[in-house]
């Protein structure tokens, strides 16, 4: 009774209720506005809640949190800039599905299956918090480089029609990735002397250029095209379609609960996991994949939701950060006199339900204003081409500036986004050099913790793999996802299995 309670509080409390709507409606304006990311506006937030009461800081960070995960899905579908990194695999098929008239429908459907997503996650978050968080922290260094590479292959599912190309566009990304000093010996790696480049290239920079900026320039050869009015009839989506892609929706919001709750992934890894994920298991989708496939909005859209019920879990379990915005919450939970870990759940067990009581209204809350103030937003595709471009120049400046208040990250984000335009021109994904810049670090940090772990020795580190269950799995995915890519299994083996 005493959880149900404290699960209720921030429910029956007007004051709490009034902060975690505000907190919400914030985060997702906050989420759409390219480079003004989750984790700055709840690091700003701190410096004004600290001496609140811990209740009604929480609320207000908690709404932000969930809010502005969901608001990065806005500007990506409506103008192909992804409001955070979280939303890149949304934009894929997001944008084309607002460049068919679909915009009110395409925020409608993924508003609903991000509440699906959330819920997920705070339901995992509630009953298997200990379970998955004991999971998570066996992960070893060969395990995290294992997931990386993982990623890394997702390059196939965001290549389009050329492989090649795809892996290219990658392979520049991962190189972009190394740019800076060596995380763990300082030695300056493409530096080429400038001390600007020593923190590397801030990949939210790259993002904005590569999709905004490119975009814009793409927009500028079809000044004369006519504008495509948006259909926003229908904001709340069909029955039928919840029901269709319901599976789906559960099956990567699994995917988002289990890769947010490792510690230093986050909600982007997991929406490219799910993205790939629906790609590779939906068979005649009734538009391709890349061409404003449904099944590519609701797969990353549930995912990434459903990653941060996955990152409160060694955050409130372990005193883990799951990613960037836990760790600012667990600084927050010091300030407020608390001490987030094991001793959490046992000293203050009130706090663990409270914040899974908030998270859920939170949630909610997402679906009120996700679903409200589409029409408003869906006419912004709707702006004659001389002020939208404009606009999205703007926003994209503004974002990158907002990164680190550097004046350098603008030059990078234009300089990105005119490579973009050149890459887009000659037929090169842009997806893919995202994906590297994202999975560079954690490849390249844990490929040199587990050779070290191994005193070197590769051959040791290889046969290590095949001590722990969780290795073998997943070198085994690897081996399949290999395989799967191969004439024996495309022209032999797959045609006889599935009588194609």
């Known amino acids: 009774m005493d959880a149900l309670n404290y699960f209720a509080m921030s429910w029956l409390s007007p004051d709490l209720l009034a902060l975690t709507a505000l907190g919400t409606f914030l985060g997702i304006y906050v989420g759409a506005i390219p480079g003004l990311s989750v984790t700055m506006a709840v690091s700003i937030l701190i410096s004004f809640t600290f001496s609140w009461d811990v209740n009604n800081a929480l609320c207000l960070m908690v709404g932000v949190y969930m809010g502005g995960v969901y608001g990065g899905s ?22 084309p599905l607002a460049k068919k008239g679909l915009a009110g429908e395409a925020i409608g459907l993924s508003t609903v299956m991000s509440v699906v997503g959330g819920f997920i996650g705070i339901f995992v978050l509630a009953l298997a918090a200990p379970s998955i968080a004991e999971f998570a922290i066996t992960f070893q260094p060969r395990d995290y480089m294992m997931l990386g590479i993982l990623g890394i292959m997702l390059v196939g599912s965001l290549s389009g029609s050329s492989l090649a190309k795809g892996i290219f566009a990658g392979a520049f990304g991962l190189l972009i990735g190394t740019v800076g000093l060596d995380p763990m010996t300082a030695d300056e790696r493409f530096t080429f002397g400038i001390i600007e480049l020593w923190d590397g290239i801030n990949p939210v920079a790259v993002m904005i250029g590569m999709f905004g900026i490119s975009e814009a320039l793409h927009q500028l050869q079809h000044m004369n095209k006519a504008v495509i009015k948006q259909k926003i009839s229908r904001i709340i989506p069909r029955l039928s379609d919840v029901k269709k892609y319901l599976p789906l929706s559960i099956r990567t919001s699994f995917i988002g609960v289990i890769v947010g709750a490792l510690p230093g992934t986050g909600g982007d890894i997991a929406a490219l996991m799910a993205y790939d994920h629906a790609k590779r298991t939906t068979k005649d989708p009734d538009v391709a994949f890349g061409e404003g496939a449904k099944e590519g909005l609701i797969a990353p859209e549930s995912a990434n939701n459903a990653a941060v019920g996955g990152a409160y879990i060694p955050m409130l379990t372990l005193g883990i950060p799951g990613d960037a915005v836990t760790a600012v919450f667990i600084g927050a939970l010091f300030i407020h006199g608390l001490n987030p870990g094991p001793l ?34 869906s006419k912004i595709v709707e702006c004659p081409k001389g002020i939208l471009i404009p606009l999205i120049f703007l926003l994209s400046i503004v974002g990158a500036y907002a990164i680190n208040n550097a004046i350098t990250d603008i030059w990078w984000m234009l300089a990105f986004g005119v490579f973009g335009y050149f890459m887009r021109l000659y037929g090169f994904p842009v997806g893919p050099v995202i994906l590297g810049v994202i999975l560079s670090s954690l490849t390249d940090e844990n490929w040199r913790r587990a050779i070290l772990t191994e005193r070197g020795s590769v051959i040791d580190l290889f046969a290590h793999m095949f001590t722990s269950p969780l290795s073998v799995v997943l070198l085994m995915t690897i081996v399949l996802i290999l395989f799967t890519k191969t004439p024996l299994w495309t022209k032999m083996i797959k045609p006889k299995l599935f009588k194609i």
């Open 74 to 95: 806005r500007t990506a579908i409506l103008l192909n800039i992804p409001g955070a990194p979280s939303a890149i695999a949304t934009a894929l098929d997001g944008y």
């Open 344 to 377: 959490l759940m046992v000293e203050q067990p009130h706090m663990f339900w409270f914040t899974v009581g908030n998270l859920t209204l939170a949630n909610l809350f997402i679906l009120v204003f996700g679903l409200t103030g589409i029409k408003l937003f």
